[in-house]
């Protein structure tokens, strides 16, 4: 049985094959239509649809700024209860129809990767907004966010199936969480729920994701504003790449009281800037 964010499942437990009841992160497909006709699927944990579709837009280049978005909103009938509607306006509206089928072309979805396109660095960078800087986070205090993050994962600490993207304050009070089957959708979820109540630029503060820092994160973090990005995995070389261009800080392997430094120490207090350049 499918309740929300969670399915209810019987298997069966070794050892002892003992059978009992356990609760899975429901997977469902989310068609995102543009002025009504179907543009792109990806499969994601229902809950905050609207949030996801608008987040998409704006980090995926469909939009540049929040008065571009007229509104997303779920379709309320019953046969398309997994379909969210985007209405542009303004310049992307102007620009969309030209825009349509190159974005087609670019786009493949699925819950585990994001972007897989042509696009380069350099025509990203273009698009992304000055960095929030003027804050320094210290270790001590970036070391408790996983554990924060954890703590504010409600449906995982049920199912332990899903990613989460967590944007914290310079001081790392808990400012936003989503959770989700697909790292890229969390994000996604974070960035569209700050587009729609009026929050972006997000401002100083920092993203924490679960699992590794890949190019996609990075631009997305970028298209919001966010400076500070910070995975419990490993960043790619790619990722690491764009962060350096786009004057983000880029932390990764943040787990077990240790965390690398890749690119912006000067948002980390104690980093030596001398030992990031010359990596």
Not at 49 to 68: K, Q, R, V, Y
Not at 166 to 194: I, M, P, Q, S, Y
Request: charge should be negative; proline fraction near 5%; aromatic fraction near 6%.
């Amino acid at each position: 049985m499918s309740v929300g964010e969670t399915t209810d499942v019987r298997v069966t437990r070794f050892p002892g094959g003992i059978a009992d009841a356990d609760r899975l992160a429901t997977e469902e497909p989310l068609e995102i239509r543009v002025d009504g006709e179907p543009f792109v699927v990806t499969m994601r944990t229902p809950g905050h649809d609207a949030e996801l579709a608008a987040g998409f837009c704006l980090t995926e280049g469909l939009i540049d700024h929040p008065d571009e978005l007229e509104r997303a909103e779920p379709c309320t009938l019953s046969d398309y209860g997994n379909v969210v509607n985007v209405t542009l306006a303004g310049q992307a509206a102007v620009r969309w129809p030209a825009q349509c089928n190159a974005a087609r072309r670019e786009l493949y979805l699925s819950s585990s990767c994001g972007l897989c396109g042509t696009r380069t660095i350099d025509r990203i960078h273009r698009r992304i907004p000055d960095l929030a800087g003027g804050f320094v986070m210290g270790p001590d205090v970036l070391v408790e966010l996983p554990r924060l993050l954890a703590e504010a994962q409600g449906v995982f600490a049920v199912t332990g199936g899903l990613h989460a993207a967590a944007l914290f304050h310079a001081d790392a009070r808990v400012r936003l969480v989503r959770e989700d089957v697909g790292r890229h959708n969390a994000v996604d979820k974070v960035v569209g729920a700050l587009l729609l109540s009026g929050q972006l630029p997000a401002g100083p503060g920092v993203l924490l994701v679960s699992g590794r820092a890949s190019f996609e994160l990075v631009q997305k973090a970028g298209r919001a504003g966010i400076g500070f990005l910070a995975a419990v995995g490993a960043p790619s070389s790619l990722a690491a790449d764009a962060a350096r261009r786009f004057g983000m800080t880029l932390v990764g392997f943040l787990r077990g009281g240790r965390f690398n430094v890749y690119t912006g120490g000067e948002r980390v207090a104690e980093c030596s800037r001398a030992s990031i350049s010359s990596a």
